[in-house]
């Protein structure tokens, strides 16, 4: 799959404002500053279609993409950032609740954890909240730059075992080399068009 035209739609303080759409969904989430916008930006080929902040908590809304006119990318706020207080970690549980009960077109999720840390409870609770609603998804190691090749089996280990994930089915990616690009893409195609990727001969039916 290739992405030809990316559009930014809306941003979003409460996904049930959003008026009804009929294109299939796939979201993006993870912990505050794990590079969830950067991921879209390099995924889209646009440098700056989401903001990217060196400051955790840069996106604190629901921002909404077209993507190839086909189906909507999802950028959700970050969680597990530190500075927050309660009620804001409350409004943003009761945000998500409302994203994820409401979006029956939501196919996939790319669930992104930092290649150099385990993933904390917040990443678990996301990880059980999926399996329970039944959201099938991927898990995206992301920053693999910022790790040796050498050294990515051990810094895999941890987010296999919280994740109950095998290593090969995690895509380890980069923003700033563009690895896992390609691996992203094609599995963004299976989740939402299964049809299309299930190869050309498919809905040929040989008679005699
Ligand atoms: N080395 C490296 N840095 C990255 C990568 N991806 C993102 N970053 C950096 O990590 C920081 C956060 O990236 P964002 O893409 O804004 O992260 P986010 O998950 O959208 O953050 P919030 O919107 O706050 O939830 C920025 O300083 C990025 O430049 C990557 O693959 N490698
Ligand atoms: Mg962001």
Not at 113 to 122: G, V, Y
Request: hydrophobic share 40%; aromatic share 6%.
């Amino acid at each position: 799959m290739e992405i030809r035209s990316a559009e930014f739609v809306t941003s979003l303080a409460n996904y049930s404002e959003v008026p009804p759409v009929t294109l299939p969904q796939l979201a993006v989430v993870g912990r505050s500053n794990v590079g969830k916008s950067s991921l879209i930006n390099v995924l889209c080929n646009r440098k700056k279609l989401c903001k990217t902040s060196s400051t955790p908590g840069k996106t604190r809304l629901i921002n909404l993409f077209l993507i190839n006119e086909e189906f909507h990318l999802v950028d959700l706020p970050g969680y597990g950032f530190a500075k927050v207080n309660k009620a804001e970690k409350k409004s943003w549980g009761e945000r998500m609740e409302v994203y994820f009960s409401n979006s029956t077109l939501l196919k996939h999720v790319l669930l992104l954890m930092d290649i150099r840390h385990e993933p904390t409870a917040d990443d678990v609770v996301m990880m059980n909240y999926l399996r329970q609603t039944g959201v099938p998804f991927t898990v995206v190691a992301t920053k693999a730059d910022q790790v040796k090749r050498g050294s990515r089996g051990k810094m895999l280990a941890p987010i296999c075992r919280s994740m109950v994930v095998q290593p090969w089915e995690i895509v380890p990616f980069s923003s700033q080399t563009g690895e896992g690009r390609e691996a992203l893409l094609t599995k963004i195609e299976t989740a939402l068009f299964p049809s299309l990727s299930a190869g050309e001969d498919c809905g040929t039916i040989k008679t005699n």
